[in-house]
């Protein structure tokens, strides 16, 4: 626990805040013009996952790429956290010139948030970016990323965040198509920044050369028959998870899965704050006004 110079104690967030202002103090007799942006790399799909490389190398002419991944698979984890365990970080060998790589133990909110207090020497990116995914993660499927996960942390620190990804599981598929929709957003979002409490969650059709880009809302949908059941040798039931997305509006021209139904990438600004505007409130509720 950490405490203010009046005794109170901090929540984790006040403390990012305050490291950010000591951070920009430490910085700020420092030609910002001869320093190159700092952008923060991670994804679900682990430090191994040929999406992630891919990506690094697309980062590079924008900035001082440092890329710190989950060192194993760790899809769906949302935002979770590791409470019980100790982190460990790990270099290794980056596949792209004038980039870093490193490995953590942990879910991709803990590498992005361990960032902050090991290899990045005090900094604060100047953007968090997550993917390549190695799958859609359109729709109800943001809720559930670990890469997107990641870049919400990133969001909630106040920093620009952007999530990319290829709507293939295939672990070596070709993710040029994701270059485009990169160079166009990226420059984009250095220069001018995002809304705060915003981040930008993008998925692109596999198999499309240059798709174009179609800004969207986020489809209603959600999975089905998602577990299937199979019995071991001793006759004891197991389930594993299976299940196919259900989209719950396929007339809508507005949204996500209707923009990669017909070969376009789509590119979603969502929110961190899930307030529900006052018009989904139900009317018995009013009585707490």
């Known amino acids: 626990m950490t405490y203010d110079q009046t005794g109170r104690s901090m929540s984790y967030h006040e403390e990012i805040r305050i490291h950010i202002q000591i951070s920009n103090s430490k910085y700020q007799n420092i030609n910002k013009q001869n320093m190159k942006k700092l952008i923060l790399v991670s994804n679900d799909d682990g430090y191994m996952a040929k999406g992630v490389r891919e990506l690094m ?3 590079v002419p924008y900035g001082e790429v ?30 792209v010139e004038g980039a870093r790589l490193f490995s953590c133990n942990g879910t991709p909110v803990d590498c992005v948030k361990i960032s902050c207090y090991s290899v990045l020497d005090g900094r604060i990116p100047d953007l968090v970016v997550a993917g390549i995914n190695h799958g859609s993660n359109a729709s109800v499927n943001v809720v559930y990323s670990g890469t997107m996960g990641a870049v919400q942390e990133g969001c909630s620190w106040g920093v620009p965040a952007i999530g990319f990804s290829l709507t293939t599981h295939d672990p070596d598929a070709d993710f040029s198509a994701v270059k485009p929709a990169v160079d166009a957003l990226v420059p984009q ?19 499309v050369a240059e798709a174009p880009m179609a800004l969207c809302r986020e489809c209603k949908a959600h999975w089905s028959e998602e577990y299937k059941r199979y019995d071991d040798p001793m006759g004891r039931p197991f389930y594993m998870l299976a299940g196919h997305l259900v989209n719950d509006e396929p ?19 969502e929110a961190l704050d899930r307030t529900a505007p006052k018009c989904l409130m139900p009317d018995w509720i009013a009585f707490l006004q």
Not at 73 to 93: V, W, Y
Not at 253 to 260: G, I, K, N, R
Request: glycine share 8%; with cysteine.
């Open 189 to 207: 979002i250095l220069e001018r920044g995002l809304a705060k409490g915003t981040f930008i969650n993008v998925n692109v059709p596999a198999g």
């Open 66 to 95: 440092v890329a710190v991944c989950p060192d194993q698979g760790r899809s769906g984890q949302s935002m979770a956290l590791s409470f019980d365990s100790p982190l460990r970080i790990r270099e290794e060998k980056s596949p």
């Open 57 to 59: 190398s697309m980062l």
């Open 251 to 269: 007339s809508a021209t507005d949204t996500d899965l209707h923009a990669l139904d017909h070969g376009r990438t789509s590119v979603v600004v």
